[in-house]
């Protein structure tokens, strides 16, 4: 057998109790490594018991530490399988830490990591890696696949030629998933040589990837393009998956035949911004956006600075408003949709004061508002405030500040 690539380290190996997940173990312990066991048990089948004896067993007899966990499928709402994986790594990453571990070893092998692509392949969707890396990161635990060498025949016959005991996952047998369907009808079935060409597809794919990412990682954070600088950008598309890892190959040219001839545009993932407007493209990047403020008098809003804003004594007659007792408690936001103020000449929506002074999205996003004890938006720094609180004599002023991104706490 190949030798296993592991340094000297203190793992923790995800066991199912399967002829992958047991020959990695004995290998393991093998090598005089130290290791500490955790099984998940799904209650899916009637044989979940028998594995879960199976690995408990093994771990008594070599004096190895056993941990379990119980999930079942009654208690998920939901995609079992997404909710699943997501449940054994956390239950991993809190092993490894409690236990101080160096990270987990899952049993993935060669076929899985043929399926993967295969999988990849069908769906048509952006990826961070073709197949599977053997060294990655899952809910914060750092997740290695030693196995990645090895057919799932070699492992069977490994664990057949040295008694190891194993289970078989009868659900493996059936189509019901897409892994199954394609493991059946094509990994099972392919040459030695079609194998090697697809590993070998999968390298070269990977390489050119890592060479992506190096070059898109040159790219600022935040960036102003015209629409013919944007679309000239070595490894556009890739530059786009960053921000968009998981939308489909179509989806992808829909969002840049509109960044190409539409007038305005938006799209936004977890924080990240690609927007075109007044006739550019921007790219930056906002963290929780939204917040709030409340203050209860006039004393405890003076000399205060947020990260957004700053409240004060001095300003111009656009950021300044005459507040009364009756006004109070205040609260400072971010603009809201709909926000509309009462002005002297009616009253106007918020946005369309944007819209008219071409303010940009990423600057509206965390524009700040003062409202009333009612919620009523009574003043906005660079518009002014409402026509109730109108005077020369201004006892507060609000002075945006020109920040972009990162967390809203004070400073």
């Known amino acids: 057998m190949k030798d296993l690539k592991l340094k000297k380290e203190r793992y923790l190996i995800a066991v199912s109790g399967g002829p992958d997940s047991m020959a990695l173990l004995n290998m393991v312990r093998e090598k005089g490594l130290y290791i500490e066991v955790a099984h998940v048990n799904y209650h899916k089948r009637d044989t979940a018991a028998r594995d879960e004896e199976i690995v408990r067993s093994y771990c008594e007899t070599y004096s190895i530490s056993f941990h379990r966990k119980d999930v079942y499928p009654k208690e998920v709402k939901g995609n079992f399988q997404a909710y699943a994986r997501k ?56 997740v290695l696949r030693p196995l990645l060498q090895y057919t799932k025949k070699e492992l069977l016959d490994y664990c057949e030629e040295n008694r190891i005991p194993y289970g078989i996952d009868e659900s493996n047998l059936e189509d019901g998933y897409a892994r199954n369907r394609i493991r059946h009808s094509s990994i099972e079935k392919m040459t030695e040589k079609k194998r090697e060409d697809l590993l070998r597809e999968i390298e070269n794919r990977n390489r050119r990837k890592l060479k992506e990412q190096e070059r898109i990682s040159e790219y600022p954070k935040e960036a102003s393009y015209t629409v013919k ?113 009462k002005m002297r000449y009616g009253t106007k929506k918020v946005n369309r004061f944007f819209i008219d002074e071409k303010i940009p999205l990423k600057q509206r996003l965390t524009w700040p508002v003062l409202c009333d004890k009612n919620r009523n938006v009574i003043l906005v720094p660079g518009i002014g405030c409402d026509r109730m609180h109108y005077s020369e004599k201004h006892n507060i002023f609000m002075i945006k500040l020109e920040y972009y991104g990162g967390p809203c706490d004070d400073k």
């Open 229 to 341: 600088q944007f679309m000239r950008l070595p490894y556009l598309r890739a530059y786009i998956r960053t921000m968009y890892l998981h939308v489909s190959d179509l989806h992808l040219e829909e969002m840049i035949r509109q960044l190409c001839e539409s007038d305005h545009c938006v799209f936004e993932n977890e924080g990240s911004y690609l927007v075109k407007e007044y006739g550019r493209i921007e790219v930056f990047r906002l963290k929780d956006p939204e917040y709030e403020y409340h203050f209860t008098d006039l004393k405890q809003m003076k000399g205060k600075r947020y990260t957004h804003f700053r409240l004060g004594q001095k300003g111009s007659s656009m950021e300044g408003v005459t507040l009364s007792e009756e006004d109070f408690p205040i609260t400072v936001r971010n603009v809201r949709e709909g926000d509309s103020m």
């Open 87 to 142: 449940a054994r790594y956390r239950y991993f990453r809190n092993l490894c830490r409690r236990y101080r571990l160096d990270g987990v070893l899952t049993a993935h092998q060669q076929d899985d990591l043929l399926e993967t692509y295969v999988m990849q392949k069908e769906r048509k969707l952006g990826v961070e890696w073709y197949g599977l890396k053997d060294d990655t990161q899952i809910e914060g635990v750092r």
